[in-house]
């Protein structure tokens, strides 16, 4: 495969990152930032792609603005890891469905979670169904990539730092050809 899937992933992160979808910080900064964070927790290169294109979903169709704009979940990790599974493998696009659902699982387990959570995303985790229950906890962790869904939504959650100088988009071209399919 050539680098053509790359280079619109690129397109699409260039064309959109700009915008904020109700965050102190631009989608493209906050994209370079979880991929950083990635990189300085020591996670594994498909991690650390499935940091950086964790919400390429919100790209999609008019995903970003739903929560805001229409009071919808546009479903933006279903979304984004359907378009990445041509290319990617379940390593990188899993993580990506599932950090929604890691959300959910962290606000239902772990205490403070939820009131840690900045403004868009507790916006979102109502339409997102809300913590999650029991029954939902346990088919969670049934996943395989339960973990690594677990570390994206924590790179998610502290990607979002104004004034955080991180490596440029290009600087991971190497990283995405390393993981691809």
């Known amino acids: 495969m050539s680098a053509d899937i790359i ?6 992160f260039n064309d959109m990152g700009h915008v904020h ?20 927790d020591g996670a594994s290169a498909s991690l650390v792609a499935a940091a950086l294109m964790h919400d390429i979903g919100q790209f999609l ?12 979940d546009a479903r933006h990790e279903v979304s984004g890891a359907a378009f990445l599974a041509p290319h990617f493998p379940p390593a990188v696009t899993r993580p990506i469905l599932l950090h929604v659902a890691a959300k959910r699982y962290l606000c239902a387990v772990e205490p403070g979670y939820t009131e840690a959570l900045s403004r868009a995303s507790i916006l979102s985790l ?41 490596p440029d988009l290009e600087s991971y071209r190497p990283l995405l050809e390393s993981v691809r399919l």
């Open 61 to 72: 169709d008019g995903a970003g603005d739903a929560a805001e704009q229409q009071g919808i």
């Open 126 to 166: 109502g339409m997102q169904g809300g913590p999650m229950n029991a029954a939902q906890q346990a088919e969670f962790l049934r996943d395989p990539h339960f973990t690594d869904a677990i570390a994206l939504r924590r790179y998610d959650d502290h990607g979002k730092r104004p004034q955080w100088d991180v």
């Open 7 to 12: 280079d619109t992933i690129f397109c699409i």
């Open 21 to 40: 979808y109700g965050e102190d910080i631009t989608q493209m900064q906050h994209v370079l930032q979880c991929g950083q964070l990635a990189q300085m």
